[in-house]
């Protein structure tokens, strides 16, 4: 026996979900009073749900698959065709753990150094420029940080035009028309470049750093024994790369905060390792970066006496699950403070995906997001002076991804004097 499902009347609900972007599904989960619903969305039955047992539910790989799930147009740009991201059961756990094995203690401590000489570097610069528009010369400083990192050459000359590429495929997947075009086009050259430079590695011509992405993702082998074909191994070294050069939204969110809540940022100042640890964290549950991740029924079940068929698309609601009054105090109150008892439940703060990291699809750069923010935030606040003239610093929670309208403009940047 099972309940129905609470459920939005309607044809279609896809012009909605674009008006209310973020709140979409938290709105919803509000004025059904349920953490669970049916909606339409591309003109197909879909559930959407959220909360910390909708997470975990959603994070069952008994229960859920990604096969099919994405949107053709999200795969077109955001994760490439054949991406881990995609893939399901062995498959996944293998192609999973070659991600995983360059998050390790020495993989994050080269992170480190790289991310402290580009931000030296990147202050430098700026000390010579009239404004800074951080948004975008930090996508800059995080294309040369993911390149160094994953043993990608890099010319000069080029790091403009491999930003601007790396970049259109984040700000693309949402968009229709000729922004969506522009983020085909960018993953189209992009993995063009990347296939050339496996294939040189292949042939001896090129030798990147053991334990960087190219060299692994070169060298990795499928289930089957066999190295991925160029195309799906370029794939995967975009998926290191492009999500690091989106930290910059992460970062501009950084700059926000530190901005916005001065009380906080002295704190900062004055105190110790941990709250800086607890400030980005914050940072991730806070501000809007991924509204919600998708997954299709893998076969017929009832939860809490609701019916889930097999193959109905799934949306389990990121931002909303950070926001939840049921997970936390005040959700709407920027407070740093709330993770120094916080549980690490990994179903509650969500904001890259939840679960296990080799077991599931949890982001597999979580560490590297968080490693190079603490390093952003430090650079921030304690090396460098500058003043934010008047500008429109607020953000949409419409448009995605969102970032401060103004792209933050800094003005007589400065090293700090030691
Ligand atoms: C910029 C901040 C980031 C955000 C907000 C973010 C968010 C996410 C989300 C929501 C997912 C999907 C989780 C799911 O499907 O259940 C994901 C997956 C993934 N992310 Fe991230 N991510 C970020 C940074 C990174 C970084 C820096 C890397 C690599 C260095 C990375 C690599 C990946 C990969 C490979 C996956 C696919 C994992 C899988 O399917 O098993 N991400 N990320």
Redesign the pocket.
């Known amino acids: 026996m099972s309940n129905r499902m609470p459920r939005e009347e309607g044809l279609d609900h896809s012009l909605s979900l674009m008006r209310e972007g973020y709140l979409f599904i938290a709105n919803r989960r509000h004025s059904f009073q349920s953490d669970v619903f049916e909606t339409r969305i591309l003109g197909k039955k879909a559930i959407c749900m959220g909360g910390m047992e909708a997470a975990a539910l959603f994070y069952d790989n008994d229960k859920f698959i990604r096969k099919g799930a994405a949107p053709n147009r999200v795969v077109q740009t955001l994760f490439g065709k054949k991406g881990?991201?995609t893939l399901d059961g062995q498959e996944?756990m293998h192609r999973?753990e070659m991600?995983m094995a360059l998050m390790s203690t020495e993989g994050m401590k080269s992170l480190f150094n790289i991310a402290t000489e580009q931000w030296e570097a990147a202050i430098h610069k700026w000390e010579g420029q009239q404004t800074v528009v951080l948004y975008e010369e930090v996508k800059e400083l995080m294309c040369r940080i993911a390149c160094e990192w994953a043993g990608v050459p890099l010319e000069e000359e080029e790091v403009k035009r491999r930003t601007k590429d790396l970049s259109a495929m984040f700000e693309s997947p949402a968009a229709i028309g000729p922004a969506h075009w522009m983020g085909r086009w960018a993953r189209n050259r992009t993995e063009a470049w990347i296939e050339e430079l496996i294939n040189e590695v292949r042939n001896g011509s090129l030798q990147p750093p053991e334990h960087t992405a190219l060299h692994t993702f070169s060298w990795h082998r499928d289930l089957n024994e066999e190295l991925l074909d160029v195309k799906t191994a370029a794939v995967e070294v975009i998926?290191?790369l492009r999500?690091?050069v989106?930290?910059a939204?992460?970062i501009n969110f950084t700059a926000l905060a530190v901005h916005q809540f001065p009380e906080k940022t002295k704190k900062l100042i004055n105190g110790d390792e941990a709250y800086v640890q607890m400030f980005v964290q914050e940072v991730r549950r806070y501000y809007p970066?991924?509204p919600f991740?998708t997954a299709k029924v893998k076969q017929d079940f009832v939860w809490k006496d609701f019916q889930f068929k097999k193959g109905t698309l799934t949306l389990l609601d990121?931002y909303g699950t950070n926001h939840d009054p049921k997970i936390w105090n005040h959700p709407e109150m920027f407070s740093p403070e709330r993770f120094e008892y916080w549980d690490g439940s990994p179903f509650a703060f969500i904001?890259?995906?939840g679960g296990d990291y080799f077991l599931?699809?949890?982001?597999?750069?979580e560490w590297?997001?968080v490693e190079l923010l603490k390093v952003s935030l430090h650079y921030l606040v304690k090396e460098m002076d500058y003043e934010l003239p008047k500008q429109d610093l607020s953000y949409s929670l419409v448009s995605v991804p969102s970032i401060p309208h103004s792209k933050i403009v800094l003005e007589h940047v400065k090293s700090k004097e030691v």
């Not at 599931?360 to 750069?365: D, E, F, K, L």
């Open positions: 881990v991201q996944h999973k991600f998926n290191i999500p690091i989106a930290i939204i992460f970066f991924f991740v990121l904001p890259q995906g599931g699809h949890r982001c597999a750069g590297v997001t």
